[in-house]
């Protein structure tokens, strides 16, 4: 009865370690992707290669400089250089005119190290950019490349990159925030009566504060060239969208004609065993590479159909959520999710992260949605129209929105209005 009672259990346990395996693989990016097929090639002998690539083929978007003396030249005495680093990156589709003029702003403003050492205040203070459109553009350059660029110091930075290197912890984080002159000056003992705690574990932190990155430029010129390359590619051709991965290199793999004939007809049962879960690894691994591509070119399918006009660079994005996209293929909304993780798509226009093209939209009168991106182009229109002597109030523009359908309170009128930087009612109001 007991030995009947646990086997459910453990058979459920087998399945869901697939599955979990499954997932991973559909929530890797190519690159990701790449690697991992490479370890299972070395470990796996059912795993066959025809050609091992060293890196995955494809048209590169953005790569650092070659090296750090270079970069630090383009920084200091090439703004071109430095800015086009940068703004590669980014969708200019994505943003308005003043967003892109902050960014190019904020880029020529960082010191050599890659840290930004000023406030959203600064900035209005210097520069009349209003402190919350200020911090929104900051909050987007911080997510380029190179990792943890534009922070506000060596503190912060050391901050930032604890979560990764697996030493988050409270009291690595008060050694940084509190004790980093202390480390330069080799005041160990000062430390560990700070933190309670002895000169061997004192030592052992600070060994692992010497181990991060002292700035965000640090070792460009020591890396390969880090690409920035598109997993999906997306062409338009008379009027028509071609949507490929960029993976070829995965049509190398296959299982092993050779060890599945040396597994049929070996006579050693541990010998077999060994090569039948081989084996089994091997084709679950190929069969699920094969259903991630699957998955991947429906989502991007079902996404350019939605926002077919902004890949056309015709409009702004359309509020798109991923529980749309599941239901137009009817997946799970998890599974649209890991579809699209850390994924980047390449079309006429450049290359946008998938993610970034997902958006919230607002209720309408013929419940329909429309983009927030939208909702400022119609503010704007609204503000251009008016009476300069006789300016709109936001709870004017909230009635106008009301008459074409568009229901939002003033306060959001408000804060779309701070956003697009449009002067309040009395800032607009011609004397005459």
Known sequence: MEQALLSKPLQQQKFSQKQIQSLHLLMMNNEELNRFLQNEYLENPMLECGNLPASYSGRSTVRPADNTASFYEAASGDADDLLRFFLEQLNPFAYTDLEWNIFKLMILMLDEQGFFPYSPEDLYSSFHIPPAQA?????????????????????????????????????????????????????????????????????????????????????LGQEACTYITPDILADYQEGTWEVTLNDNWIENYSLSDYYIQMMQQSQEPELQAYFHEKYQRARFILQKTLQRRTTILAICNAVIRRQEDFFLGKTPLAPMTLSDIAKDLNLAVSTISRGIKDKYLQYPCGTILLKSLFTSGISCDEKDEISSANITSMIKDIVRSENKKKPYSDGKITELLLRQGIQISRRTVAKYRLLADIPSTLERKELS
């Open 135 to 219: 911090a929104k553009c900051l909050e987007i350059l911080k997510m380029l490349e190179p990792s943890g660029v534009f922070q506000p110091d060596l503190t912060s930075y050391l901050l930032y990159q604890l979560p990764a290197s697996g030493k988050d912890t409270p009291r690595m984080k008060l050694l940084i925030q509190n004790h980093l002159e202390d480390i330069a000056a080799g005041r160990l003992r000062l430390i560990a009566d700070s933190l309670q705690t002895d000169l061997a574990d004192v030592r052992r932190l600070v060994k692992h504060v010497k181990s991060l990155s002292p700035s965000p430029f640090t070792g």
